[in-house]
T-cell receptor
Framework: KNQVEQSPQSLIILEGKNCTLQCNYTVSPFSNLRWYKQDTGRGPVSLTIMTFSENTKSNGRYTATLDADTKQSSLHITASQLSDSASYICVVIYNDYKLSFGAGTTVTVRA | DTAVSQTPKYLVTQMGNDKSIKCEQNLGHDTMYWYKQDSKKFLKIMFSYNNKELIINETVPNRFSPKSPDKAHLNLHINSLELGDSAVYFC?????????????FGPGTRLTVL
């Protein structure tokens, strides 16, 4: 069983709408949590990095939340654009340097 | 002005061959990484080098040998390629390699072993 679970596996939304992606993890001790955006055929690009004490962090239309007590994070996309179509990967850093990756959520934004 | 570049972008080869993938970063970063992304899109770290020294070596077969001639380059050499090696391999770099560092990824190399 993967130690970082993401849901949903995929979703389709209309341009301009909002959506929220979920990430639940079991690894510890927690160091930080990252969200990456991966366009098809490209390498992942960092969106946010959150440490234990941070509850919310924004990067433009992307807002990540973290509840370290329940080991849950979410990524909210506001006013989606066609260019938001990509895979969004949750990564948890634990034990200072170990990484555990989620399988990603594929988002498709339709006009 | 690509920050992290990899060559080749695509690599198709026969089982049993030896091949190399090159990676270069022009960001002045101290730490470089190799990741493998399988068909299910899971990314797994393979190696991490800091200033040409091996820091992380996950449970990777010793057919995979990273080589870092200088801190701007981390090449991946694979001996005796197997079907299961087919995947996309990503190189990445970060400033100093701490857990809070942002990692910058290359465009990936799609390796297909026939």
């Amino acid at each position: 069983k993967n130690q970082v679970e993401q849901s949903p596996q995929s979703l389709i939304i209309l341009e301009g709408k909002n959506c929220t992606l979920q990430c639940n993890y079991t690894v510890s001790p927690f160091s930080n949590l990252r969200w990456y955006k991966q366009d098809t055929g490209r390498g992942p690009v960092s969106l946010t990095i959150m440490t234990f004490s941070e509850n919310t962090k924004s990067n433009g239309r992307y807002t990540a939340t973290l509840d370290a007590d329940t080991k849950q994070s979410s990524l909210h996309i506001t006013a989606s654009q066609l260019s938001d179509s990509a895979s969004y990967i949750c990564v948890v850093i634990y034990n200072d340097y170990k990484l555990s990756f989620g399988a990603g959520t594929t988002v498709t934004v339709r006009a | 002005d690509t920050a992290v570049s990899q060559t080749p972008k695509y690599l198709v080869t026969q089982m049993g061959n030896d091949k190399s993938i090159k990676c270069e970063q022009n960001l002045g970063h101290d730490t470089m990484y190799w990741y493998k992304q399988d068909s299910k899109k899971f990314l797994k770290i393979m190696f991490s080098y800091n200033n040409k020294e091996l820091i992380i070596n996950e449970t990777v077969p010793n057919r995979f040998s990273p080589k870092s001639p200088d801190k701007a380059h981390l090449n991946l050499h694979i001996n005796s390629l197997e079907l299961g090696d087919s995947a996309v391999y990503f190189c990445a770099s970060s400033q100093v390699g701490t857990s809070a560092d942002t990692q910058y990824f290359g465009p990936g190399t799609r390796l297909t072993v026939l």
